[in-house]
Each structure stands twice: as C-alpha cells, then as structure tokens.
C-alpha cells in the first residue's frame, strides 16, 4: 500500500476538513473516490468517442436486446 502526501496552507486545510466531515467520510476515503471517479469518467468518455466514431464510419455493429440476452445467456 502506498502512501500520498498532500500539502495545504492552514486556509485550505480548514475548508477540506469541514467539507469533507459534511460528506459523513474522512479524507482518505473522500480523495480515493474523488480519483476513481475522474478514472470512470474518462473511460466513459473513452467508449462514447469510440461508439461515435464507429457511428461515424458506419463500422457500428448493434445487436437486438434479445439476441444479446441469448448470447450472455441469462434467458
């Protein structure tokens, strides 16, 4: 496990502390969630520019919902 330093001025550290005691969390968790989130997000924005771009060059290959519910085997 890896540890990660984060300075802030005694203003900044104020402001923190009591947002992040708002959130019912510590500040730990809060930054750790903060990081995956912006990770999701930019493999989300990742699959809608690669869908969009496939649209655009008509490789865009879609499946009816049922075929796909045959094919994950779930019916």
């Known amino acids: 496990m890896s540890v990660v330093s984060i300075r802030f001025n005694d203003e900044e550290e104020e402001i923190v502390k009591k947002y992040v005691k708002s959130k ?3 500040l730990s968790q809060y930054i750790k969630n903060i990081i995956f989130e912006k990770i999701e997000e930019e ?3 990742k699959l809608v520019q690669e869908y969009l771009k496939a649209k655009s060059e008509g490789t865009l290959n ?3 919902f049922e075929e796909a519910i045959k094919e994950w085997g779930t019916e």
Request: hydrophobic share 20%.
């Open 24 to 26: 019912g969390t510590n």
């Open 43 to 45: 493999y989300d924005l």
């Open 62 to 64: 879609l499946k009816p």
